[in-house]
């Protein structure tokens, strides 16, 4: 068995052959590789070169600024893939989906020449920074504020959890502008180089084996050029979804690589391992579970892609809900292959050697971040069924 794509009806040629070949470059480096750089406490750096010297990385950007021309379709598809090959880039989720996808629709031109060449050939990497310690999960609460001084933008507040600070030269940071006085979120967003004055950033311990780290940021009356203001002030929330979007559906594609990854692993160890008469997999209670499991990535993976052709045809609406739902389907199917992969392998699901038992960790980020599972359904109960609000 495979758990391997059958899907010529929903792809095109062109995107299966992105899908072979970006298969192919996971597999060259693996799983091993990936381990070996949390151990060495380095980032994926070969990779993300590699990955990038092949277009894939901005394989959604602009062709005018060297990326690939195509869409959230694809570069899902690349993180997908790369981590169903056991070593995903997380940063893809932030640097080229999030952030190159709202240069590229909202940034000036000079934005845009200035960042996507980098962004699309792996040469910058951009984060992404809207979770704060008092708001979390409520956006509509955070106080990062931005107030005018003559042309210059004053940036103050705080942030927290944001990934790869330490290696992006900017982060995008989510603000609101101070006479925002109604209380509705009016964010706007903001390019804050990594050595700003005033940009503070501390490492958060997590109990994650993965090369990104996440950072507490204090921005402490960072001060910008007018220019630093990504869009327009007044349509902040259109311009952020356009973002949020993307990040949605390539966190559905990080589960779905890794819950993919996890459930190849206990499938071949199933295959071979005989402590009776016949190999494990020959019982229902260890066969049927992971049988589960790839139904539920496959169903998982049918709505990442609605999600991403509506997004890619230009319905952000319809791809918000569609983003939404594939990120849970994925995070949840990504939780439950893990677990069934560990629980499979027996005591090897948690030795270090078959390196399964760190998955059980990672796939609860797809669960939490960067919406969770309940604000997921608080939408759909509210947006899709017309449900009361309860908070
Ligand atoms: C590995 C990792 C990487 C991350 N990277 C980034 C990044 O690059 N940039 C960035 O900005 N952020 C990032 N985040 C932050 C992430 O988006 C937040 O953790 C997430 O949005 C949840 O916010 P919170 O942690 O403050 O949880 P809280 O909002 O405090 O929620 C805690 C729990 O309460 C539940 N809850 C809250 N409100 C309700 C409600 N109304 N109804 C029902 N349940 C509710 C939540 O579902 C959750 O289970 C990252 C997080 C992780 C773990």
Not at 125 to 141: K, L, Q, V, W, Y
Not at 151 to 171: H, P, Q
Not at 315 to 339: F, H, P, S, T, W
Request: charged share 25%; net charge negative; aromatic share 6%.
């Amino acid at each position: 068995m495979s758990t391997a794509l059958r899907n010529s009806v929903i792809e095109t040629e062109e995107q299966r052959d992105l899908r072979a070949a970006v298969a192919a470059l996971g597999k060259r480096y693996g799983r091993e590789y990936f381990t070996r750089v949390v151990a060495e406490g380095r980032h994926s750096d070969e990779l993300w070169a590699e990955a990038a010297g092949l277009g894939y990385l901005g394989v959604n950007l602009p062709e005018e600024y060297g990326g690939g021309g195509g869409g959230i379709v694809e570069l899902s598809l690349v993180l997908e893939e790369l981590g169903a090959a056991g070593c995903p880039l997380l940063m893809m989720v932030v640097s080229p989906a999030i952030c190159g996808t709202v240069i590229a629709r909202f940034g000036t031109d000079e934005q845009k020449r200035a960042w996507l060449p980098g962004l699309a050939d792996g040469s910058r990497t951009m984060a992404f920074g809207i979770t704060e310690p008092d708001a979390g999960s409520n956006s509509h609460r955070i106080t990062t504020t931005a107030r005018r001084e003559g042309s210059d933008w004053i940036l103050t507040g705080r942030k927290v959890f944001v990934s790869g600070v330490d290696i992006a030269e900017a982060t995008l940071i989510v603000g609101r502008t101070e006479d925002a006085r109604t209380g509705r979120l009016k964010p706007c967003l903001f390019l804050v180089p990594r050595d700003a004055p005033g940009f503070g950033r501390s490492p958060i311990p997590m109990e994650l084996a993965a090369p990104e780290k996440q950072f507490e940021l204090v921005l402490d009356d960072v001060r910008l050029p007018a220019d630093a203001l990504v869009g327009d002030e007044d349509a902040g929330l259109l311009q952020l979804f356009a973002g949020l979007n993307p990040e949605r559906i390539m966190t559905a594609a990080f589960a779905l690589g890794m819950g993919r990854y996890a459930l190849d692993r206990a499938v071949d160890y199933a295959r071979t391992r005989q402590v009776w008469k016949d190999p494990i997999g020959a019982h229902q209670a260890i066969a049927h579970p992971l049988a589960q499991a790839h139904i539920d990535l496959e169903c998982a993976r049918l709505m990442m892609q609605k999600a991403a052709h509506l997004y890619d045809a230009g319905d952000d609406l319809g791809a918000g809900e569609a983003a939404n739902m594939a990120k849970y389907a994925a995070g949840e199917a990504a939780v439950r292959a893990v677990d069934q992969a560990v629980h499979t392998l027996g005591g090897n699901g948690l030795t270090h050697e078959y390196g399964l038992a760190s998955l059980i960790t990672a796939a609860r980020v797809a669960r939490i971040a960067p919406v969770s599972r309940e604000m997921i359904l608080n939408y759909v109960s509210h947006q899709t069924l017309g449900l009361p609000k309860s908070y």
